[in-house]
Structures are given as C-alpha cells and as structure tokens.
C-alpha cells in the first residue's frame, strides 16, 4: 500500500525505480513486484518537484497508482489515454520523458499545468476544462475503428466532472455506436458509492474476466432461442449486480459495468484492467481514490491542498506578499452578503467555484439562497433564468472562460427573454500560469453583441463594488467583469450605490491624446498620461457606451487610445471604432488590448509586459502611432 509522507523533500530523493522508468516503454519492462516501490518514488518525487514549482497537487497524488497501471496495461500513445480537465496529469507528464522538465512547470516556455497535444505525443487531447475526456474518446474510438486501426481510447474522469451533462451526452451516445472504449471514473470523493473493499474488489476481477464475459455471452446464445428466457436472465443478473455494485445506471446506458474498486491497490487496478482491455465495446471502470494520497497534510485537507505556491530553498513555504487590499472575489463576496441582507429576493448560483468566487460566507450566511450547481455551467444559467421569471433575483457568480460554456444559454434563455439577472464574471483577462484555457479574454467581444445586455469594466474595488449594484438593479441581463487577484486598494465605500448607466468619468485632463480605458489598466494609464500629458478616461461602461463623452473626445484630441485586457478583435475598442465610423468621425484610433494569438502561460505580469498593457507597452505602442500620425501628410 502507499507510503505515507508528512512533509515536502527539500532535496531531489533517491528515486532508483522511477529513474528507469522515464517513459512508458521502460515502464512497461518493470516487474509487476517493482510497481509499488515505483508508486511511493513517483509520488515522492512529485511532492518534490511541485514544491519547487507550485501548481495543482492533491489530484496528482490521488492517481498515482492509476497512471502507473494505465500505462503498464495500455500501448501508450498507440492507445490513446484522454485526461478530463488535467489537474491530476502530472504524474503522466513525468512517466512521459518530461521529469527532468519539470521544474518548468507553468512558467514562461516551460511545461504547462495541463496536457495539450503540441507537447508530448502521450498528451492526446488538450484539456483544461472539465468533462470533454469521454467525447474525445469516444471520437479516437470512432476514427480508429474507421482507419482500421486497432487500438483502444481510455478516458480518465472525476466525479466532479462526471456531473455536467456534456459528459453524460458522450455516455449515452457510445453505446449507440458501439465504440471499443473504457471510461475510468476516478472517484476521489466516493460521490458515488462507498461500497470498496474486498468483496466488491473480487467481483470486479470476476465480472471483468473473459471467462465470465465468454459465459454470458454463450448463456445469451442458448437463451435467446427461448421467448423472454434471455430477458429473464438479464434482469436478474442485473438486479444482482445492482444489489453489490452500483452501477446500474451505467448498465442501463449501455456499458459494461465493472467496480467500484480501490484505486491505490495496484495488483486489482492491473489485472481488472488487463481483463477489461480484452473486451469489446463500451467497457466502464469505476475506481475509488483519495485525494492527495499518501501526504498526510492532503489528505486531511484536500481543498486547502488543491494546489500550492512553491518551497523556498529551505523548504518553508513562500510568504506571499501582503497584498495592498482585498481581492476581487473577496469584494464581490461582501457586497453579495450585504445585498442579501437587505433584499431577500437574491439567489447566489455558481457552477462548483464557491472557493473561487468567494461565496462561503454568503454559503454559511445564506444556505437556503445558496445553488452550488456542480460543474454545469449551463445549467447555472438557465437555473437562474427560470428563478428571474418568477421574481427572484438570481446572480450568477462564474469565471470568465467558463461563462464560454453557456453561451447559448445567455443569450437564449437569459438575453432574448430580457430577464433580470447578473453575471459576476471573474478572472477577466490573463490569468497567469494556467494559461490559455482557462484566460478570461473573450468575454467583453462575446457579450457587448448580444441585444439589450449591460456590461461593465471596473477599474477598481469601489468600482466594482457599485457596478454589481447597477447590474443587480438593472432591468435586464448585467455582466461586471473583473479580474483575478487584488486592486490598487481603492477606499470602499459601505452603501450599496449605484452608478448612472452609461457615463464615463475623465480622471485626468491633458492635450491631444485620450487614454480611453476599459477596466483596471486605469493606473498604467495615469502612469502614461503623466508623461505625454494626456488625458485620461474611465470608461466603466462597455455597453452601453457613453457616446456623448467619446464624441466630446474626439472632437478634441488628435488621438484616441482604447486600452482593455480583451481581445482586440471584437472588444470595446471595436466598440468605440464602430462608434467613430457611424459617426463620421475622423479622430485616428489606435486599439490596444490582447493580441490575435493566444498568450502561453507565464506569470501575469509576463504576460501582461508581453502584450503590451503595461505602462512601458502602452506609452511605446501611443509614441509609435504618434509618430506616425506626424509624418503623414
């Protein structure tokens, strides 16, 4: 069984199994009886490197045992193993010749926090968000079985990611079209059943076996030619199976039912995949797991150790910087706590990101208004819509990239019918370490088109915090985007005042260039403007767009700057060039924002530097443009 650890190595540890073991090909030349020794050295390695790096942990330790017997078992990459979402793949990175890359991990041109294809050949299918792994699978099993190709698709998922519903699309269709595949499901809070143990282990290796799958398959033939024998036969052994494992609704979909079983016990996870990789169609494998297995410390508190920021050299954790004020989550928070104590028609909803989202006050405060709906985003949309015919007031706390997910939802169920509800939309903009996937740069070009809705930019806490006012006030949808981590430590103001819809606010008066700015790149701004005497705008509002003060700017600037940590293509200095063409206004724009291609992972300021949104980005590209402008004739 698994060594337990108790605190992150300071130093590489001695790893002699694990270092012949660099790539599955040498994996699969180890001895069955090596496998567990390799177990603690990979989880022990892990601990070491991650503590070096930081990044997503208890998952990782949680399938170590799983990633070791998937690649002993499987032809890897001939097979194709699919990872959903990815936080537990760094085992996998390092059993695929990245181990000495590994100190890379989510920095700029290293290895990133999730697998993707461009990287290693045993990365199938780039991930990042959850519950695509049984989908894509399930197409490498169609286009396999197309080419004439024989090999197998393997899709690792959580409970957690086997909740929204695209993953349960791809399970009802497998079946259908009979596709030779496994699904893992990695149940790491024994969500489903808690039936493990030595009972259900032995019938695991029974049902998965040839012996036991030849026999009903001869019983099926004998049976068949008797009127409702075969019928007869199937409903008992299903109704016996149901009473010893619970898997009766995967029975019914049309799989193969094998589990629950302990997914650190290595001999049982080796031998029930070796039967099950033997079998025909859709096979489903349920295997119960801890998170953060084998460290002490994560398996006492697996939330706190989801992920970690990295060790110093002496091994005591990096004290974070104090940070200047509260984070953006933080603020939204308290004003969604102080707006339910005086109206108690709000309804907080979030698609599993209480944490994220700073929701476990209003959670404790309020658990009768409280929907945690699991990983579902769209769900959480049009729960909120049906809540907003009924005269709720529903406010939908979600991430930038996520929100994506239920875009059909927004406008379809949400937008069209004009219903009163409000998008907390976080993690606007660069993210940092884990990278494209998960960057919020989309939402201002996928929102400010969809007819009748409010979309804000703060540009600080106090912003903010007035802007969910407006938004929940507003007759109709409202998004605030607003990005991760902490402001420039704005005084808050306690009331819950709103904002005039639709007026910007000049925070600096200056000479022939306006600094138009959309959300919190306002202090670079003012930055710049010190130095090219410019003058400086809070736009706040993205749409409606405050025409009037962008008409009164152009008509008395030489240049006007948009500047938005969104997509340029689309975004709010579209918005303002749509304006000035409508218009007839010949004012020269110059559009900064995020570039057409999509920015690696790196730490935000990186990134930030990279694209040009800082203070030194933003004063070179306006020297540029001006310069240009003088040298037209």
Not at 249 to 260: A, D, K, R, S, V
Not at 493 to 515: D, F, H, N, S, Y
Not at 593 to 621: F, N, Q
Request: charged share 20%.
């Amino acid at each position: 069984m698994p060594k337990t650890f108790h605190e992150i190595p300071r130093v590489r540890p001695a790893t002699p199994v694990l270092d012949r073991a660099a790539t599955p090909e040498q994996l699969r030349r180890l001895g069955e009886a090596e496998l567990e020794e390799l177990a603690n050295e990979l989880r022990q390695d892990l601990l070491y490197s991650v503590g070096r790096t930081g990044g997503h942990f208890g998952a990782g330790l949680g399938v170590i045992e799983l990633t070791i017997a998937l690649h002993y078992v499987y032809d890897t990459p001939k097979d194709r193993l699919v990872w959903d979402v990815g936080h537990q793949a760094y085992p996998h990175k390092i059993l695929t010749g990245r181990r000495e890359r590994m100190d890379s991990l989510r920095q700029k041109d290293g290895l990133a926090a999730f697998p993707r294809r461009s990287e290693s050949e045993y990365d199938t299918f780039g991930v990042g968000h959850s519950s695509t792994s049984i989908s894509a699978a399930l197409g490498m099993a169609i286009a396999a079985r197309m080419q004439g190709k024989k090999r197998k698709s393997i899709a690792v998922i959580g409970d957690g990611a086997l909740t929204a519903g695209m993953a349960f699309e791809a399970l009802n269709h497998a079946p259908e079209v009979g596709a030779d595949m496994l699904v893992v499901l990695n149940d790491n809070d024994m969500s489903i059943s808690r039936n493990v143990g030595g009972l259900s282990n032995y019938l695991a290796k029974i049902l998965s076996s040839r012996t036991y799958s030849s026999m009903r398959e001869g019983s099926k033939k004998v049976l068949s030619r008797l009127p409702g024998a075969w019928e007869i036969a199937r409903r008992t052994e299903e109704y016996a199976k149901g009473m010893l494992v619970p898997g009766t609704l995967f029975e019914e979909l049309g799989w193969n039912y094998i589990g629950p079983i302990d997914g650190h016990d290595l001999p049982t996870l080796i031998g029930t995949l070796r039967n099950m990789r033997d079998l025909s169609g859709p096979q489903f494998l349920h295997v119960v797991t801890k998170k953060g297995k084998g460290f002490a410390p994560a398996e006492v508190d697996p939330i706190t150790w989801h992920a970690i920021s990295k060790l110093d050299p002496i091994g005591g954790p990096v004290k974070p910087k104090k940070p200047s004020g509260p984070k953006y989550s933080n603020v939204f928070g308290q004003w969604l706590c102080d707006m339910a104590a005086v109206d108690p028609r709000l309804m907080g909803i979030t698609p599993a990101m209480k944490e994220g989202s700073d929701l476990i006050d209003f959670s404790e405060r309020y658990p009768d208004r409280y929907f945690d709906v699991a990983i579902a985003e769209q769900h959480a949309v049009t729960l909120a819509a049906g809540m907003a015919c009924e005269g709720a007031k529903p406010v939908v706390a979600i991430y930038s990239t996520f929100l994506q997910r239920a875009y059909d939802q927004l406008i379809h169920d949400v937008a069209v019918q004009n219903l009163d509800v409000l998008f907390a939309i976080d993690r606007a903009g660069l993210v940092g370490e884990d990278g494209p996937t998960h960057a919020g740069s989309f939402d201002l070009a996928y929102l400010r088109c969809i007819p009748g809705m409010l979309v804000m930019t703060p540009s600080d806490e106090n912003e903010m915090r007035r802007m969910l006012t407006t938004g929940y006030h507003f007759q109709g949808p409202a998004a605030v985007r607003y990005p991760r981590g902490t402001g420039p430590n704005a005084m808050i103001e306690p009331g819950l005042e709103p904002l005039e819809i639709g007026k910007g606010v000049v925070r600096r008066e200056g000479t022939q260039v306006a600094l138009l700015v959309f959300g919190v790149q306002l202090p670079d701004a003012m930055q710049v403007a010190e130095t090219l005497n410019a003058t400086v705008v809070d736009m706040r509002f993205v749409k409606p767009l405050d025409e009037a003060l962008v008409r009164q700017i152009a008509d008395s600037h030489a240049l006007l700057v948009t500047i938005e940590e969104n997509s340029i293509m689309g975004g709010a200095g579209s918005a303002v060039g749509e304006f000035l063409a409508a218009q007839n206004l010949s004012t020269p724009l110059l559009q900064l924002g995020l570039p057409d291609y999509y920015v690696e992972h790196a730490k935000p300021s990186e990134m930030i530097r990279e694209c040009g949104l800082d203070a030194a980005g933003i004063e070179a590209a306006v020297k540029a443009r001006l310069a240009r402008l003088h040298t037209q004739p």
